[in-house]
Protein backbone atom coordinates (compact mmCIF):
# COMPACT_ATOMS: atom_id res chain seq x y z
CA UNK A 1 0.00 0.00 0.00
CA UNK A 2 1.22 3.41 -0.89
CA UNK A 3 1.06 6.25 1.40
CA UNK A 4 0.48 9.59 0.23
CA UNK A 5 1.00 12.67 2.44
CA UNK A 6 -1.57 14.58 0.47
CA UNK A 7 -4.69 14.76 -0.88
CA UNK A 8 -6.60 12.80 -3.07
CA UNK A 9 -6.76 13.62 -7.08
CA UNK A 10 -4.82 13.34 -9.94
CA UNK A 11 -1.74 15.18 -8.68
CA UNK A 12 -0.30 13.16 -5.90
CA UNK A 13 2.62 13.41 -4.07
CA UNK A 14 3.30 9.67 -3.02
CA UNK A 15 5.62 9.04 0.43
CA UNK A 16 9.60 8.58 -0.49
CA UNK A 17 8.37 9.55 -4.19
CA UNK A 18 8.60 12.69 -5.95
CA UNK A 19 5.81 14.89 -6.51
CA UNK A 20 3.11 15.25 -9.53
CA UNK A 21 2.53 12.04 -9.45
CA UNK A 22 -0.99 11.45 -11.96
CA UNK A 23 -3.16 9.22 -10.19
CA UNK A 24 -4.77 6.65 -12.66
CA UNK A 25 -6.65 4.38 -10.21
CA UNK A 26 -9.04 5.81 -7.82
CA UNK A 27 -12.30 5.52 -7.88
CA UNK A 28 -12.37 9.48 -7.43
CA UNK A 29 -14.62 9.82 -11.07
CA UNK A 30 -15.66 13.01 -10.85
CA UNK A 31 -13.12 14.33 -9.16
CA UNK A 32 -15.01 15.61 -5.98
CA UNK A 33 -12.85 13.69 -3.21
CA UNK A 34 -10.71 17.44 -3.38
CA UNK A 35 -13.51 20.07 -5.13
CA UNK A 36 -12.93 23.14 -2.82
CA UNK A 37 -16.61 23.20 -2.43
CA UNK A 38 -17.37 19.49 -0.98
CA UNK A 39 -14.49 20.43 1.75
CA UNK A 40 -16.12 23.60 2.77
CA UNK A 41 -19.28 21.45 3.26
CA UNK A 42 -17.56 19.26 5.16
CA UNK A 43 -15.86 21.88 7.57
CA UNK A 44 -19.45 23.94 8.10
CA UNK A 45 -21.04 20.63 9.13
CA UNK A 46 -18.38 19.34 11.41
CA UNK A 47 -18.35 23.05 12.88
CA UNK A 48 -22.23 23.12 12.69
CA UNK A 49 -22.98 19.72 14.03
CA UNK A 50 -19.76 18.29 15.35
CA UNK A 51 -17.45 15.34 15.00
CA UNK A 52 -20.06 12.27 15.81
CA UNK A 53 -22.81 11.13 17.30
CA UNK A 54 -21.75 8.50 20.06
CA UNK A 55 -24.63 6.46 18.82
CA UNK A 56 -26.48 4.41 16.21
CA UNK A 57 -29.55 5.92 14.33
CA UNK A 58 -32.11 4.89 16.32
CA UNK A 59 -31.20 5.50 19.63
CA UNK A 60 -29.89 9.01 19.33
CA UNK A 61 -27.49 9.06 16.38
CA UNK A 62 -29.98 11.24 13.43
CA UNK A 63 -29.71 15.22 12.89
CA UNK A 64 -31.35 16.81 10.56
CA UNK A 65 -28.62 16.21 7.75
CA UNK A 66 -29.00 12.93 7.72
CA UNK A 67 -32.46 12.93 7.01
CA UNK A 68 -31.97 15.94 4.57
CA UNK A 69 -29.11 13.51 2.71
CA UNK A 70 -31.64 10.71 3.00
CA UNK A 71 -34.32 12.68 0.95
CA UNK A 72 -31.52 13.92 -1.71
CA UNK A 73 -30.42 10.40 -2.17
CA UNK A 74 -34.03 9.44 -3.06
CA UNK A 75 -34.80 12.52 -4.74
CA UNK A 76 -31.27 11.87 -7.12
CA UNK A 77 -32.61 8.68 -7.82
CA UNK A 78 -36.43 9.44 -8.05
CA UNK A 79 -37.04 6.84 -5.78
CA UNK A 80 -39.74 7.10 -2.96
CA UNK A 81 -36.92 6.74 0.45
CA UNK A 82 -33.34 6.48 1.18
CA UNK A 83 -31.26 4.81 4.32
CA UNK A 84 -28.16 5.49 5.20
CA UNK A 85 -25.56 2.75 6.11
CA UNK A 86 -21.67 3.55 7.50
CA UNK A 87 -20.39 1.74 4.03
CA UNK A 88 -22.16 0.45 1.13
CA UNK A 89 -20.37 -2.98 2.10
CA UNK A 90 -22.72 -2.87 5.33
CA UNK A 91 -25.79 -1.68 3.15
CA UNK A 92 -25.15 -5.10 1.26
CA UNK A 93 -24.34 -7.20 4.44
CA UNK A 94 -27.68 -5.54 5.55
CA UNK A 95 -30.57 -6.05 2.63
CA UNK A 96 -30.95 -9.49 1.94
CA UNK A 97 -31.41 -10.86 5.26
CA UNK A 98 -34.01 -8.13 6.33
CA UNK A 99 -35.97 -8.91 2.94
CA UNK A 100 -35.83 -12.31 2.31
CA UNK A 101 -36.97 -15.36 3.87
CA UNK A 102 -36.70 -19.09 3.97
CA UNK A 103 -39.28 -19.01 1.25
CA UNK A 104 -37.68 -16.82 -1.02
CA UNK A 105 -35.06 -16.88 -3.86
CA UNK A 106 -32.09 -14.30 -4.63
CA UNK A 107 -30.19 -14.91 -8.29
CA UNK A 108 -26.97 -13.35 -8.42
CA UNK A 109 -23.97 -12.62 -10.95
CA UNK A 110 -21.63 -14.91 -10.26
CA UNK A 111 -19.03 -12.01 -10.84
CA UNK A 112 -21.00 -9.92 -8.05
CA UNK A 113 -18.73 -7.59 -4.93
CA UNK A 114 -17.57 -9.58 -2.24
CA UNK A 115 -19.91 -7.60 -0.21
CA UNK A 116 -22.95 -8.59 -2.24
CA UNK A 117 -21.89 -12.39 -1.83
CA UNK A 118 -21.53 -12.06 2.20
CA UNK A 119 -24.90 -10.31 1.94
CA UNK A 120 -26.45 -13.18 0.39
CA UNK A 121 -24.62 -15.46 2.60
CA UNK A 122 -25.98 -13.86 5.60
CA UNK A 123 -29.71 -14.70 4.55
CA UNK A 124 -31.10 -17.98 4.23
CA UNK A 125 -33.07 -17.52 1.13
CA UNK A 126 -32.16 -20.35 -1.57
CA UNK A 127 -29.37 -19.37 -3.45
CA UNK A 128 -28.89 -19.15 -7.32
CA UNK A 129 -25.63 -18.26 -9.05
CA UNK A 130 -26.04 -17.59 -12.65
CA UNK A 131 -22.86 -17.07 -15.35
CA UNK A 132 -22.09 -13.53 -16.12
CA UNK A 133 -24.50 -11.32 -17.80
CA UNK A 134 -25.81 -15.05 -19.53
CA UNK A 135 -29.04 -14.18 -19.79
CA UNK A 136 -30.26 -17.73 -20.82
CA UNK A 137 -28.41 -18.77 -17.76
CA UNK A 138 -30.20 -16.11 -15.54
CA UNK A 139 -33.83 -17.16 -17.17
CA UNK A 140 -33.51 -21.12 -16.37
CA UNK A 141 -32.37 -20.24 -13.03
CA UNK A 142 -35.73 -17.80 -12.52
CA UNK A 143 -37.99 -21.00 -13.97
CA UNK A 144 -36.23 -23.37 -11.19
CA UNK A 145 -37.67 -20.26 -8.97
CA UNK A 146 -40.70 -20.26 -9.35
CA UNK A 147 -41.45 -22.55 -6.89
CA UNK A 148 -40.52 -19.86 -4.05
CA UNK A 149 -42.51 -17.11 -2.38
CA UNK A 150 -40.62 -14.18 -3.86
CA UNK A 151 -37.36 -13.76 -6.01
CA UNK A 152 -35.04 -11.24 -6.48
CA UNK A 153 -32.10 -10.90 -9.11
CA UNK A 154 -28.93 -9.09 -7.83
CA UNK A 155 -25.95 -7.67 -9.60
CA UNK A 156 -23.36 -5.07 -10.15
CA UNK A 157 -24.38 -2.38 -12.53
CA UNK A 158 -20.89 -1.75 -13.56
CA UNK A 159 -18.85 -4.50 -12.59
CA UNK A 160 -15.38 -2.73 -11.52
CA UNK A 161 -12.85 -5.70 -12.54
CA UNK A 162 -13.73 -5.77 -15.95
CA UNK A 163 -15.43 -2.16 -16.86
CA UNK A 164 -18.74 -4.08 -18.05
CA UNK A 165 -22.11 -3.00 -17.62
CA UNK A 166 -24.73 -5.52 -16.71
CA UNK A 167 -27.53 -6.14 -19.35
CA UNK A 168 -29.83 -4.21 -17.10
CA UNK A 169 -32.67 -3.98 -20.11
CA UNK A 170 -33.24 -7.49 -20.39
CA UNK A 171 -32.36 -8.74 -16.62
CA UNK A 172 -35.49 -6.56 -16.18
CA UNK A 173 -37.49 -7.96 -18.93
CA UNK A 174 -36.77 -11.03 -17.44
CA UNK A 175 -38.13 -10.22 -13.98
CA UNK A 176 -41.27 -8.92 -15.45
CA UNK A 177 -41.86 -12.27 -17.37
CA UNK A 178 -40.71 -14.63 -14.06
CA UNK A 179 -42.32 -12.18 -11.76
CA UNK A 180 -38.54 -10.89 -9.88
CA UNK A 181 -37.67 -8.18 -8.22
CA UNK A 182 -34.52 -6.08 -9.60
CA UNK A 183 -31.42 -5.24 -7.36
CA UNK A 184 -28.01 -3.48 -8.74
CA UNK A 185 -25.00 -2.42 -7.11
CA UNK A 186 -24.34 1.01 -8.32
CA UNK A 187 -20.95 1.94 -6.59
CA UNK A 188 -19.38 2.03 -10.25
CA UNK A 189 -21.88 3.58 -11.48
CA UNK A 190 -23.98 6.92 -9.20
CA UNK A 191 -22.76 9.86 -10.43
CA UNK A 192 -21.88 9.41 -14.28
CA UNK A 193 -23.26 6.60 -16.13
CA UNK A 194 -25.95 8.16 -17.92
CA UNK A 195 -27.06 11.26 -19.34
CA UNK A 196 -27.96 13.03 -15.84
CA UNK A 197 -25.17 11.01 -13.93
CA UNK A 198 -27.87 8.81 -12.20
CA UNK A 199 -26.41 5.21 -13.49
CA UNK A 200 -26.29 2.16 -15.04
CA UNK A 201 -30.86 2.03 -15.04
CA UNK A 202 -30.45 5.68 -16.41
CA UNK A 203 -27.91 4.52 -19.40
CA UNK A 204 -30.03 1.42 -20.12
CA UNK A 205 -33.53 3.58 -19.43
CA UNK A 206 -35.05 1.38 -16.76
CA UNK A 207 -35.53 4.02 -13.74
CA UNK A 208 -38.72 2.67 -13.60
CA UNK A 209 -37.67 -1.11 -13.29
CA UNK A 210 -35.23 -1.64 -10.86
CA UNK A 211 -36.67 -1.63 -7.76
CA UNK A 212 -33.86 -1.49 -5.35
CA UNK A 213 -30.62 0.56 -5.93
CA UNK A 214 -27.38 0.54 -3.05
CA UNK A 215 -24.06 2.40 -3.82
CA UNK A 216 -21.51 4.14 -1.99
CA UNK A 217 -21.19 7.67 -0.74
CA UNK A 218 -17.09 6.52 -0.89
CA UNK A 219 -16.48 6.78 -4.74
CA UNK A 220 -17.60 9.63 -7.24
CA UNK A 221 -20.14 11.11 -4.60
CA UNK A 222 -17.26 13.22 -3.10
CA UNK A 223 -14.78 9.94 -1.90
CA UNK A 224 -15.28 10.29 2.03
CA UNK A 225 -17.28 7.14 3.04
CA UNK A 226 -20.91 6.02 3.61
CA UNK A 227 -23.40 4.24 1.51
CA UNK A 228 -27.29 3.44 1.10
CA UNK A 229 -29.94 1.68 -0.37
CA UNK A 230 -32.86 3.82 -2.26
CA UNK A 231 -36.26 2.26 -3.37
CA UNK A 232 -39.60 2.00 -2.26
CA UNK A 233 -40.58 3.69 1.24
CA UNK A 234 -41.85 0.25 2.90
CA UNK A 235 -39.08 -1.82 1.75
CA UNK A 236 -37.01 1.22 3.48
CA UNK A 237 -39.00 1.24 6.45
CA UNK A 238 -38.05 -1.82 6.79
CA UNK A 239 -34.62 -1.41 6.82
CA UNK A 240 -35.21 0.65 9.59
CA UNK A 241 -36.66 -1.98 11.61
CA UNK A 242 -34.80 -5.05 11.05
CA UNK A 243 -31.12 -3.90 8.90
CA UNK A 244 -28.14 -5.06 11.26
CA UNK A 245 -25.70 -3.22 10.35
CA UNK A 246 -28.29 0.23 10.51
CA UNK A 247 -29.24 -0.97 13.82
CA UNK A 248 -25.92 -2.00 15.45
CA UNK A 249 -23.58 0.62 14.26
CA UNK A 250 -22.78 3.83 14.69
CA UNK A 251 -24.21 6.81 12.47
CA UNK A 252 -22.15 8.62 9.64
CA UNK A 253 -20.08 11.84 10.59
CA UNK A 254 -21.46 15.20 10.36
CA UNK A 255 -18.32 16.14 7.78
CA UNK A 256 -18.85 13.29 5.46
CA UNK A 257 -22.45 13.59 5.35
CA UNK A 258 -21.82 17.37 4.44
CA UNK A 259 -19.43 15.88 1.50
CA UNK A 260 -21.94 13.58 0.20
CA UNK A 261 -24.90 16.13 0.17
CA UNK A 262 -22.81 19.42 -1.67
CA UNK A 263 -21.24 16.69 -4.14
CA UNK A 264 -25.07 15.40 -4.94
CA UNK A 265 -25.66 19.34 -4.97
CA UNK A 266 -23.37 19.79 -7.55
CA UNK A 267 -24.54 17.02 -9.45
CA UNK A 268 -28.58 17.94 -9.61
CA UNK A 269 -27.20 21.64 -10.68
CA UNK A 270 -25.54 20.24 -13.57
CA UNK A 271 -24.51 17.66 -15.83
CA UNK A 272 -20.93 19.10 -17.07
CA UNK A 273 -19.14 16.90 -14.91
CA UNK A 274 -20.64 13.63 -15.94
CA UNK A 275 -20.43 14.44 -19.41
CA UNK A 276 -16.67 16.00 -19.20
CA UNK A 277 -15.93 12.13 -17.67
CA UNK A 278 -17.63 10.31 -20.58
CA UNK A 279 -15.45 12.31 -23.08
CA UNK A 280 -12.58 11.62 -21.19
CA UNK A 281 -12.55 7.90 -21.10
CA UNK A 282 -13.44 8.11 -24.66
CA UNK A 283 -10.58 9.66 -25.76
CA UNK A 284 -8.20 7.35 -23.43
CA UNK A 285 -9.92 4.05 -24.86
CA UNK A 286 -9.30 4.77 -28.35
CA UNK A 287 -5.98 5.98 -28.30
CA UNK A 288 -5.04 3.34 -26.18
CA UNK A 289 -6.58 0.94 -28.43
CA UNK A 290 -5.28 2.90 -31.11
CA UNK A 291 -1.60 2.26 -29.74
CA UNK A 292 -2.61 -1.67 -29.94
CA UNK A 293 -3.76 -2.20 -25.90
CA UNK A 294 -6.98 -4.35 -25.68
CA UNK A 295 -9.08 -2.25 -23.26
CA UNK A 296 -12.04 -4.46 -21.48
CA UNK A 297 -15.53 -3.05 -20.96
CA UNK A 298 -17.21 -0.71 -22.62
CA UNK A 299 -17.61 2.89 -22.56
CA UNK A 300 -17.04 2.85 -18.94
CA UNK A 301 -14.17 4.87 -17.10
CA UNK A 302 -12.69 1.51 -15.57
CA UNK A 303 -10.67 0.58 -18.28
CA UNK A 304 -9.00 -2.59 -17.64
CA UNK A 305 -5.62 -3.08 -19.85
CA UNK A 306 -5.25 -6.41 -20.59
CA UNK A 307 -1.88 -8.15 -20.25
CA UNK A 308 -2.56 -12.01 -19.47
CA UNK A 309 0.53 -12.48 -17.93
CA UNK A 310 0.74 -11.13 -13.87
CA UNK A 311 4.54 -10.73 -13.67
CA UNK A 312 4.22 -8.26 -16.80
CA UNK A 313 1.00 -6.61 -15.19
CA UNK A 314 3.51 -6.44 -12.21
CA UNK A 315 6.33 -4.94 -13.93
CA UNK A 316 4.92 -2.84 -16.01
CA UNK A 317 2.73 -0.66 -13.40
CA UNK A 318 5.82 -0.05 -11.15
CA UNK A 319 7.84 1.41 -14.99
CA UNK A 320 4.17 3.29 -15.18
CA UNK A 321 5.04 4.62 -11.60
CA UNK A 322 8.78 5.52 -12.31
CA UNK A 323 6.96 7.73 -15.28
CA UNK A 324 4.78 9.66 -12.74
CA UNK A 325 1.63 7.33 -13.59
CA UNK A 326 0.33 5.58 -10.60
CA UNK A 327 -1.96 2.65 -11.93
CA UNK A 328 -2.25 -1.32 -10.22
CA UNK A 329 -2.24 -4.52 -11.59
CA UNK A 330 -4.16 -6.94 -10.68
CA UNK A 331 -3.61 -10.71 -11.22
CA UNK A 332 -4.95 -13.64 -9.71
CA UNK A 333 -6.97 -14.47 -7.19
CA UNK A 334 -8.22 -10.95 -7.75
CA UNK A 335 -9.16 -11.79 -10.96
CA UNK A 336 -9.28 -15.52 -12.80
CA UNK A 337 -5.28 -17.27 -14.00
CA UNK A 338 -4.67 -15.68 -17.33
CA UNK A 339 -6.12 -12.50 -17.24
CA UNK A 340 -3.72 -9.76 -15.21
CA UNK A 341 -4.12 -6.41 -15.81
CA UNK A 342 -3.27 -3.02 -15.04
CA UNK A 343 -6.80 -1.23 -14.00
CA UNK A 344 -6.54 2.32 -15.35
CA UNK A 345 -9.30 4.43 -13.72
CA UNK A 346 -10.23 8.09 -15.86
CA UNK A 347 -11.35 10.89 -13.49
CA UNK A 348 -13.14 14.01 -15.05
CA UNK A 349 -10.32 15.83 -13.45
CA UNK A 350 -8.09 14.52 -15.86
CA UNK A 351 -6.55 16.90 -17.93
CA UNK A 352 -6.44 15.68 -22.16
CA UNK A 353 -2.63 16.36 -21.62
CA UNK A 354 -2.74 13.71 -18.33
CA UNK A 355 -4.37 11.70 -20.42
CA UNK A 356 -2.21 11.58 -23.58
CA UNK A 357 1.23 11.78 -21.22
CA UNK A 358 -0.67 8.11 -20.17
CA UNK A 359 -1.12 6.53 -23.01
CA UNK A 360 2.19 7.79 -24.43
CA UNK A 361 4.12 6.22 -20.97
CA UNK A 362 1.90 3.09 -21.37
CA UNK A 363 3.66 2.59 -25.00
CA UNK A 364 6.72 3.32 -24.09
CA UNK A 365 6.46 0.73 -21.16
CA UNK A 366 5.04 -1.86 -23.43
CA UNK A 367 7.35 -1.87 -25.74
CA UNK A 368 10.06 -1.90 -23.51
CA UNK A 369 8.59 -5.08 -21.73
CA UNK A 370 6.87 -7.07 -25.28
CA UNK A 371 3.80 -5.95 -24.40
CA UNK A 372 3.29 -4.43 -27.79
CA UNK A 373 5.28 -4.89 -31.25
N1 LIG B 1 -19.99 -2.66 -4.07
C1 LIG B 1 -19.07 -2.49 -5.03
C2 LIG B 1 -19.40 -2.92 -6.44
C3 LIG B 1 -17.81 -1.94 -4.74
O1 LIG B 1 -16.89 -1.78 -5.69
C4 LIG B 1 -17.54 -1.54 -3.39
C5 LIG B 1 -16.23 -0.96 -3.01
O2 LIG B 1 -15.20 -1.26 -3.51
C6 LIG B 1 -18.53 -1.72 -2.44
C7 LIG B 1 -19.75 -2.28 -2.80
C8 LIG B 1 -18.32 -1.29 -1.02
O3 LIG B 1 -18.44 0.11 -0.94
P1 LIG B 1 -17.98 0.90 0.36
O4 LIG B 1 -16.54 1.27 0.13
O5 LIG B 1 -18.89 2.06 0.47
O6 LIG B 1 -18.13 -0.05 1.51
Do not use: W
Amino acid sequence: EKTPPSRQGPPLRLAGGGAGILNFCANNYLGLSSHPEVIRAAVEALEKFGAGLSSVRFICGTQSIHKDLEEKIARFHQREDAILYASCFDANAGIFEALLTPEDAVLSDELNHASIIDGIRLCKANKYRYKHMDMQDLEAKLQDAQKHRLRLVATDGAFSMDGDIAPLREICQLAQKYDALVFIDECHATGFLGPNGRGTDELLGVMDKVTIINSTLGKALGGAAGGYTTGPKPLIDLLRQRSRPYLFSNSLPPAVVGCASKALDLLMESNAIAQSMAAKTQRFRSKMTAAGFTISGKDHPICPVMLGDARLAAVMAEDMLNRGIYVIGFSYPVVPKGKARIRVQISAVHSDEDIDHCVEAFTEVGRKHGALP
